[in-house]
């Protein structure tokens, strides 16, 4: 989560941190509906990691680590309302000193059945940027690090967002029902960004994080329960279940990186592509398309092709302009002008990349994908030069060697 200073865990496969990386959203979204505040959670959370470091190492990893964390950090926070009680002569003067903000109203419980999307939607407060919504939910609860936060463009401090809200005296509770949509495009985002991260992770020895897949799939679907009317949640599952369709192909048994063109399409879920593909009908079926459903059907064209040559990249390159003018950036401008250099040639394609140099110059993706365009132009030379530089900014092992294999070849 990267929000204090965490002590150094266990990176062992069953350690400390791996029960971190998995628990702490859960934890902290139990804590702050029983306290009401952020900071008091992660202080309690923070106290029983700690107590982990002392106590795991003497008598083992517990069988179920997350509900042992679960336990003492509920301790540790009725201890600091026990002390500030006892500093505090009125109930309703250590409500306000100790929460600093509105408890969570219980019948939203109705609306929100899961308690980590409900403090999904506590965070994504209107009064924020959509920028800072993002990052302080992804600190907070989606088990990101600030630089797997960087790697998806979010700068805000999440500190500072909270700091915003503790000032100001902005209700930090789950919003009413009727509140619920105008929170709903931030908290898609939030989902879409932690699926990303698992899909392809910024950093570290693996390339996919399985369990951010899963959760964030897992968050999407309860979205669609809370909001069926929106398309775009059900554009959201969708994108995730056609994507996640293709984890296992996406690298091979010793783990390393294949490229979609070179996936072995057999080893695709076609159960969920099945899935995925009934969820987009039925939210196209609306007549409302935005972004996520967009993508959705992006994915599906991908899936729908036995082989890669059989990709109707010109229907791709289509629905990417359509994605261009809904959701307008360097990443789907990068992303469009390899389906045009698909569809029309990698001339066209190369001048589009070379246009987003100024915006992408130090996104390892811009130099991997102007170095494939140049290799299949022949241009091997500049193509070795592209790969080299996308070698050096990548933060992915699993990437990098992909990338270093390709400047050989080149």
Known sequence: MGRKNWPQMNTGEHGLENTFRAEAGRIVAFLVRRCGSLDAAEDALQDAVAAALAEWPLTGVPSNAGAWLTTVAYRKLLDRVRRERTRRVKEDELAASFAGVSVPVEPVDREIPDERLRLFFLCCHPSLGVEAQVALTLRMLGGLTTAEIGRAFLLPEATLAKKKIRDAGIPFKVPEPQAIGERLDAV??????????????????????????????????????VAPQDAENGGLLALLLLQDARREGRVDEAGELVTLEEQDRGRWDRG???EGT??????LGRRAAGPYQIQAAIAA?????????ETDWAQIAGLYERLRTMEPGPVVELNAAVAVGMAF????????????????GEFHLFHATRADLLRRLGRREEARAAYGRAVELAGNEVERRYLERRTVEA
């Open 278 to 283: 009934a969820v987009l009908e039925e939210a």
């Open 188 to 225: 898609r985002r939030v989902v879409y960004l932690v699926f990303n991260e698992g899909y392809a992770a910024s950093g570290g020895e693996r390339l996919i994080r399985g369990e951010l897949c899963a959760e964030a799939i897992r968050l999407a679907r309860v979205l669609r329960q």
């Open 345 to 360: 040639g990698c001339e066209a394609g190369l001048a589009r990349v070379e246009a987003l140099a100024g915006e992408l």
């Open 272 to 274: 969920r592509i099945d």
């Open 301 to 309: 064209l991908h899936a729908q092709a036995a082989r890669a040559d």
